[in-house]
C-alpha cells in the first residue's frame, strides 16, 4: 500500500505569514512529488513538482524534499487571501504510465 | 481550447439507479484518469486508460466501469447507485510522456449524491 500522511488541518493564518504545508510517506517507490492547489468546489491544478531532494522554488513557493526521512513541504512566503485554498501533495509511482497518490489535503485560509 | 470538460456538475440518485458520468477532453491526451474526492480525504483513483480502447481498475475501482472508444471521451457509469458512492468526481487527462513535462489537467468536478 503506497500511503501518504498529510495534516487536514484547517490552518487560519494572518496575510504576510510564512505558511509551511508538510506530508510524510513510507514507500520508497515514489519518484516524484507534486503539490496541487485545490479553490472551493474546483479541480486541483499543478503548483510544483519535484524529484531530488533539496528545495525547489517558484516565485512565493518553495517544495523541499527530503527523501531520507521521507518527508516533503511546502513553503508559502509573503502569504495572500488568494492563496486560501486546500493544498494537496502527490506521489508519482508507475514509470512512464505514471499515477498519482494523494494525501487528504491541508485546507489554508488566509486571512487579511 | 475548453481542457476537461465534465458533466453533470451535480446529480442526486436514489438508491439502486445507474448514471453515466461524462469527461471529454480536446488537448488529444492519451492518458485520463477518475477520481473520487471524499470530505476530508484525498483524491482516489478509480480508473484510467493510456489510449483509446484501453482501460485498468485504480484503487477503488467497485460499482464503477469505464469505457474509451475514442481519445476524447472517457465516461463513468454506475451501477445500482449505493449511498457509499456519494463524492466528489474529477476527471483529467495528460499527455504521452514524461513526468517531468506531462502535466495533469483535471475538470471542474460532478457532485453525486445518493440518496
Known amino acids: 500500500q503506497k500511503e501518504v500522511e498529510q495534516d487536514p488541518g484547517p490552518l487560519s493564518v494572518p496575510e504576510g505569514a510564512i505558511v509551511s504545508l508538510n506530508c510524510t510517506y513510507s514507500n520508497s517507490a515514489f519518484q516524484y512529488f507534486m503539490w496541487y492547489r485545490q479553490y472551493s468546489r474546483k479541480g486541483p491544478e499543478l503548483l510544483m513538482y519535484t524529484y531530488s531532494s533539496g528545495n525547489k522554488e517558484d516565485g512565493r513557493f518553495t517544495a523541499q524534499v527530503d527523501k531520507s526521512s521521507k518527508y516533503i513541504s511546502l513553503f508559502i512566503r509573503d502569504s495572500q487571501p488568494s492563496d486560501s485554498a486546500t493544498y494537496l501533495c502527490?506521489?508519482?509511482?508507475?514509470?512512464?504510465?505514471?499515477?498519482?497518490?494523494f494525501g487528504k489535503g491541508t485546507l489554508l485560509t488566509v486571512n487579511p | 481550447n475548453a481542457g476537461v470538460t465534465q458533466t453533470p456538475k451535480f446529480r442526486i440518485l436514489k438508491i439502486g439507479q445507474s448514471m453515466t458520468l461524462q469527461c471529454a477532453q480536446d488537448?488529444?491526451?492519451?492518458?485520463m484518469y477518475w477520481y473520487r474526492q471524499d470530505p476530508g480525504m484525498g483524491l482516489k483513483l478509480i480508473y484510467y486508460?493510456?489510449?483509446?480502447?484501453?482501460?485498468d481498475k485504480g484503487e477503488v475501482p467497485n460499482g464503477y466501469n469505464v469505457s474509451r472508444s475514442t481519445t476524447e471521451d472517457f465516461p463513468l457509469r454506475l451501477e445500482l447507485a449505493a449511498p457509499s458512492q456519494t463524492s466528489v468526481y474529477f476527471c483529467?487527462?495528460?499527455?504521452?510522456?514524461?513526468?517531468?513535462?506531462?502535466?495533469?489537467?483535471f475538470g471542474q468536478g460532478t457532485r453525486l449524491t445518493v440518496v
Open positions: 483529467a487527462s495528460r499527455p504521452l510522456g514524461d513526468v517531468r513535462n506531462t502535466e495533469a489537467f
Open positions: 502527490a506521489m508519482v509511482w508507475g514509470g512512464s504510465n505514471y499515477k498519482l497518490t
Open positions: 488537448m488529444n491526451h492519451n492518458y
Open positions: 486508460s493510456v489510449g483509446a480502447g484501453i482501460t
